[in-house]
């Protein structure tokens, strides 16, 4: 069936020939301002109706004539509803809703507790005031759209109206806001894993609408249409990959642990240094040139066991976005990419939970109502047990008797104060501790806490004002021999408070504005004795201080309904602060002792060395038809701390580093350009992006250089210059019985020192390939459906292998042999190639069951292949052998039992 609309002027011109209603809809489309509405069915026969121009009672007549063929004519204004049957509802029962009736009108302003589904259109829903219902200009619509059974927001329900045509997307508070022109008007509501709504409604003025949705139960035949396929085409963001929660627990990953970071790495554009390996690098940047946002807080090492598992708990998590390009101007801080996580709010209707187990992982989550639809919590536990695996190695591997342990506990407390403010409460706590041998052991843990208020100021106009603590602390105990036995520790702790607005100003300019202010301490080393018997003597590296403020502002212009800009620039301020001694050095030879010119002294809380500048944000998007649209946009950043480290990944090894007089703070720009499509009738989208980056100021580090408790650390490292490009090519099937995608990268990354003299310079002064450097990466996820209940999933990873520096030769000199190494990462290791695979038994549908369970069983490296992390060497006389370690190096199987309650 279809709606059939139409829109004239405000005369009547009839015959009394007998004419159907499509006809009458023709003639009342030429010479009036009536709308008429009327569901026309296949096989039916065609109205017949007649209405005389000259007739004062034509509304009176139309409807008695449809009324002896069994139809009702309704009339709102200057909209007709001529429905089969019984006439159109226009007024709901008194108290139907609450708080909907304005006083004096009649009139819904708001909608709320009640599921708007497809039956639905048989009702018909007035917002506002009809008092105002002639008033210039169009309307807004703003609200939550809910999950009808937890009461938890949805984020990304499409929000949208063919005529004119006009789409939003919910946000991550399920927030939405809508200008529509004032009269009748079809809104469609579509989303993952919902229900496809239509709801007709008549706009008078402003007003509210919260939404509640049902979750849908998929046939195997799956839906053509989301909207993940309106934000791929019409959204002006390029380089944003927003990742649904139920593709993490579908992908195979190594014992089973549903991942946050590994469908993070299964991403185009998106790669790390090998298994097993903590950070990951995006679009030619280094792991620290990531922001890694877990509700509003800064995560410093997203991982446990080195790289083993993800930080966070994929049972709390409501949704993951990845900004790869033109980062929107309210992010800053890092260079390369912004990785944004926030946790479910909890159910608001009912305590509800779910346990996990294992093989080295337990999980345990318990989410619901401290007050009924206004406090709810939601709280997340994991740990291990991961020791056994360490007793089945080798006696000579020394990690038999090693040990390996974490966990993390994650939580939240949302409070709706009232209707326009809510209040959030978000902790998160992780610890990991390593005994690799009973010489040497490592211990980290995350520490965050944040308060978000987020307050509606009028229809048009919110705001999100948060704050909060951050604390990554990392430590390391040498205690092979007790007389030289010693701890040393790192640190960084930072302290933030963010202020986000976002106002429609018009149809076409949305401006989100704000400020944002962090100051942080870093600790980047202290050495103490450990134990009774050590001799070692404490040392420490001096404190160091900063501040970075930030304001901004962004207009999302909709030019035309074809062309949509976004324009942003962000103004960021940062200073290093005293107490702190610092050294002026030479220009234009190596720093070091014999190049000190003078020392300077600065006192507490004055700013030693400061650093400011503009950051453009500009994104485009034009649309050729429904079905391709084509974008661009280019960025530039400021990122004031550092990340050094002997080491191609995220280790507990290593030092953070603040700007200062003698680091310059990094910065990076980044033009790219996309094309982006469906096809087949929307069941299939692709997409090509290309990009180019340059980044300054990136630390590398000087052959021979000492990175741990190093006061100058300024005369052990090089500040180099960088360039990246790429393609990245993705075909994604988002929903169907068979669902996944595909990817295909080619990327270069190289750097450069051109600060150094040439002699001294690495490879003297030539570009290089950094050390995460890997052209070639294909990645596959799939999933198939076969019933409700069993599904299939694979995964297959293949990249290029990285670049490493190799010993080439050996000679000898001053009483004893010496490598001789080729130029900077000159060589690679071999290609990675993976294959993993699991079966998936879902839940039953018995809705009556007090427990629902799901069990995986799969395969980790199902070819059992020697993947390559890194290659060492030995040397026995004139002969140099080379060793490749691997990490995973057999297929392993694994089994993980979820029960939810």
Do not use: C
């Not at 294992?358 to 345990?364: D, E, F, H, R």
């Not at 990991?432 to 944040?450: K, V």
Request: glycine share 8%; net charge positive.
């Amino acid at each position: 069936m279809s709606i059939l609309p139409l829109s004239a002027e405000n005369h009547i011109f009839l015959s009394d020939n007998p004419i159907t209603l499509d006809s009458l809809r023709v003639v009342l489309s030429g010479y009036t301002r009536y709308k008429l509405y009327f569901i026309k069915e296949k096989n039916q026969e065609e109205i017949k109706v007649t209405a005389d121009y000259k007739s004062k009672n034509f509304l009176e007549r139309l409807s008695y004539e449809l009324s002896q063929q069994g139809y009702s004519l309704t009339l709102m204004g200057n909209d007709i509803y001529v429905l089969k049957g019984e006439a159109l509802v226009t007024q709901l029962p008194a108290g139907y809703f609450e708080k909907t009736v304005l006083q004096g009108t009649g009139s819904l302003n708001s909608l709320s507790n009640q599921d708007i589904v497809a039956s639905s259109m048989n009702k018909l829903y007035k917002i506002g005031d009809p008092n105002l219902m002639k008033q210039p200009g169009k309307a807004s619509i703003k609200g939550y759209i809910r999950n009808s059974e937890s009461g938890e927001p949805i984020v990304g329900i499409s929000v949208s109206v063919d005529d004119p045509r006009t789409s939003v997307t919910t946000d991550a508070y399920g927030f939405y806001r809508i200008l529509l022109p004032r009269g009748g008007n079809i809104v469609k509501l579509s989303g993952y894993g919902y229900e496809d709504s239509r709801l007709n409604l008549e706009l008078y003025s402003d007003g509210n609408l919260d939404i509640n949705m049902r979750e849908k139960v998929y046939s195997l035949k799956g839906v053509t249409f989301s909207a993940e396929n309106v934000q791929h085409l019409r959204g002006t963001q390029m380089g944003l990959e927003k990742v649904r929660i139920d593709r993490i627990k579908h992908v195979p990953a190594v014992f089973g642990e549903s991942d946050v970071m590994k469908i993070v790495l299964t991403l185009p554009g998106v790669k790390s240094v090998g298994e097993a390996s903590g950070g990951f690098n995006v679009r030619g940047g280094a792991t620290d040139q990531n922001l890694i946002l877990f509700n509003e807080g800064t995560i410093y090492n997203p991982t446990h066991l080195f790289g083993l598992f993800s930080a966070f708990n994929s049972d709390i998590v409501k949704d993951i976005e990845l900004y790869k390009s033109t980062i929107p101007a309210r992010y800053g801080g890092r260079i390369s990419s912004v990785l944004e996580i926030n946790n479910r709010e909890g159910n608001n209707k009912k305590i509800t939970g779910s346990a996990g187990i294992g093989l080295l992982t337990s999980k345990l989550h318990l989410e619901g109502p401290i007050v009924k639809d206004r406090t709810t919590f939601i709280l997340g536990a994991r740990s291990t047990y991961s020791d056994w695996i360490l007793g089945l190695l080798p006696e000579d591997s020394g990690y038999k008797n090693g040990t390996a342990s974490f966990y993390d506990i994650s939580g939240g407390i949302n409070h709706k104060i009232d209707s326009k403010n809510t209040l959030y409460l978000y902790g998160y706590y992780s610890r990991d501790g390593f005994n690799f041998s009973i010489d040497t052991s490592f211990r980290y843990q995350n520490i965050n806490a944040s308060v978000k208020w987020r307050g509606i100021l009028n229809e048009n106009h919110n705001l999100t004002i948060s704050t909060g603590y951050d604390q990554y602390n990392y430590s390391t105990f040498d205690k092979a021999n007790s007389a030289n036995a010693y701890k040393m520790d790192f640190g960084i702790r930072q302290v933030y408070v963010r202020a986000n607005f976002n106002w429609l100003v018009s149809e076409k300019h949305t401006l989100q504005y704000g400020l944002n202010s962090i100051y942080y301490l870093v600790n980047p080393g202290r050495m103490r004795p450990y134990g009774d018997s050590s001799i070692v003597t404490y040392n420490k590296v001096d404190t160091e201080r900063a501040t970075e403020s930030s304001l901004y502002v962004s207009d999302n212009w909709n030019v035309t309904d074809k062309l949509s800009l976004d324009l942003g620039v962000r103004y960021t301020f940062y200073g290093t602060l005293g107490p702190d001694t610092y050294y002026h050095y030479a220009p234009g030879v190596p720093r070091g002792e014999t190049t000190i010119l003078d020392t300077v002294r600065v006192n507490r809380g004055a700013i030693e060395k400061s650093y400011h500048g503009p950051e453009f944000r500009v994104s485009a998007r034009y649309m050729f038809n429904e079905n391709f649209s084509f974008k661009a946009g280019y960025n530039s950043m400021f990122q004031g701390i550092h990340m050094l480290s002997n080491s191609t990944a995220i280790s507990p090894t290593d030092i953070w580093k603040l700007s200062d007089a003698n680091v310059k703070p990094q910065r990076g720009w980044q033009s790219a350009f996309g094309l982006y499509g469906n096809v087949f009738n929307k069941r299939l989208e692709i997409s090509l992006e290309g990009y180019y980056k340059e980044m300054k100021n990136y630390l590398d580090y000087r052959s021979g250089a000492i990175l741990t408790m190093n006061k100058n650390i300024e005369r052990d490292v090089i500040e180099t210059q960088g360039r990246a490009y790429g393609l990245e090519l993705m075909l994604k099937k988002p929903m169907g019985k068979l669902n996944g995608w595909i990817s295909y990268t080619y990327s270069k990354t190289e750097l450069r020192d051109k600060n150094s003299a040439k002699d001294e310079a690495v490879n003297k002064g030539a570009w290089y390939p950094a050390a995460y450097d890997k052209p070639h990466d294909v990645k596959f996820i799939g999933n198939y459906k076969f019933t409700q209940r069993y599904s299939m999933s694979m995964n297959v990873d293949y990249s290029t292998g990285r670049p490493v520096t190799v010993p080439v030769s050996k000679y000898y000199y001053s009483g004893g042999y010496r490598l001789f190494y080729s130029d900077r990462n000159a060589y690679r290791i071999p290609d990675y190639f993976r294959v993993d695979l699991a079966f998936n038994i879902e839940p039953s549908h018995n809705l009556k069951l007090l427990l629902h369970s799901t069990i995986t069983l799969g395969v980790y490296n199902l070819l059992g292949r020697q993947n390559a992390y890194s290659v060492y060497y030995n040397t026995s006389g004139n002969k140099i052998q080379g060793y490749q370690l691997s990490i995973f190096g057999t297929q392993i199987p694994y089994i993980n039992l979820n029960i939810k309650f």
